[in-house]
């Protein structure tokens, strides 16, 4: 029989596919539970492929910020945990009706045994318990939380067919930046707003300063004083490199098309008159539209090369102001990491400036909308642009961010928030899920005993969606449905360069610190265009 006493230890075999269908492949160190992994039976090993999804409406809600987090927090420090983080949440497969919700914490690899793990585990449930939280088991896995890091275009119409080519070279968010000095160390632009008649954009710091090659202290630039500028350039070396080469990805997709439809037009020969007389128009104008999407092609990579491959030409702008990265400041304990940089009036100017917008073109408008409407309930704040132009007006305040309506549904009929969108350096565009519950998010740095913030978790669509970000999307700003700012990308957590969870700093407390550094007026103007 099994003893109740006994450590209910995971095996290889699960602590390996316990996490299945998760985008960074976690591994399992301890389970609070007790329930019998059981995976199918037969010549190979099957398992259902897990999802994350916001926790929701419920009791913990009202004790884990001020409370059970803080409980368990100095718990995990007493025994010397180093944990990565933990975030309330449901953990379930596709489709699965109010999935069971979990602590879903993580731990530095190879630093937890499974005995250990266990002893952890059951520990954190005590206190769960203690606060007559009875119905969410705490779960560890190996995880390490990570930080993300001639004038512009104007997004081009949609008849232009090469408009989501030139969407990098455009000043929509999601403009791929990096420090000039550091061009292998990328990022993204986060939001734009203006002061005095200037434009600024707001990042993370993290993603014009290296912490590992920086020292972390306040920074501040001033014209007059004959201090050195830190530039920021747009596309960095591996950025830049990728954007070319998808050009001349489209221009030798184009020619290979066009090789086929030369054989088209021959084999028509060979049809009856009516059926070869179809073929061949049908054939040409195909044709037609290859050897003018070949022309457009061509065009942009020659202008791209030309205004641009001289990294001293993508300079967009230069830091005015970082504060230290610092952790748990203020009263939401958030992470402290964001930068202001000038817009150069020669990249961005009224001639080609659109405003905080993100650029939808990436995905077909029927798809994208069905993105945004994962359930038939979901009321519809989302309208999908003519333009394509998703454009920002307003904030989510915290408040509202951790509040969700009770009356929107996400795919499986669970409340949610908001669906998140962001345009990041390297994953494009994507929808994610906005966790109602703020997540405790320690990371560690050479030299360094670990530090704790809070943050706001972003979770996948679904489990086929892939992950919200990735790294190099870092500073991205996170946009909700409705066009409110929601917040910056600032990291994730993942075992592998994959996150499985985002993390956001909210856009309210970005503001808030904004103005106590005299860095904004009253109300910044992020909705400018």
Known sequence: MDDPSAPFLPSDLEAANFYYGLESKPILVARSDRDVWVPSQGPSVYVEA???????????????????????????????VLYTGMTPLRIGVDGQASPPAVIFMGVRHGSLTREKGYEVAVHCHSILVQHN???????????????SAASLFKP???????????????????????NAGTTHFEGTGGFFFTRNGKLFMVTARHVVFDPNAVKNEQYEYKDGTGAGRINVMFLGKAAFDARVQDIQDKIDGQSANLAFLKKRLALAENLEEDEAAAERKAVQREMDEANDAIGVFEKLQKDVKRDWADETKRIIGHVVFSPRIDFSVGEGRYTEDWAVIEIHPDMISRRNFVGNAIDLGHVAAADFKKLMYPHLANPHSFDYPGDRLHRCHGILSDKDMLNPDPKTKDQDNEPTIHMAIQNGNVSGLQVGRINNIRSVVRR???????VSSREVAVLP???KSGPFSRPGDSGAGVVAGDGRICGLLTGGDGITETSDITYLTPIDFIIARMKYFGHCGQTPLFGVG
């Open 133 to 147: 939280i009875t119905d969410i088991h705490v779960q560890i896995r190996e995880s390490e939380a990570t930080l």
């Open 461 to 463: 669509r679904t489990s």
């Open 156 to 178: 081009a119409i949609t008849a232009n067919v090469a408009y989501n080519l030139r969407q990098p070279f455009s000043t929509s968010l999601g403009i791929p930046i990096c």
């Open 50 to 80: 897990k999802v994350l999804t916001p926790l929701g409406p419920h009791p913990l809600n009202r004790v884990w910020d001020e409370t059970v987090s803080v409980a368990m927090e100095s718990y995990l420090q007493e025994q010397g």
């Open 444 to 450: 560690y740095y050479e030299n360094l005993p670990g």
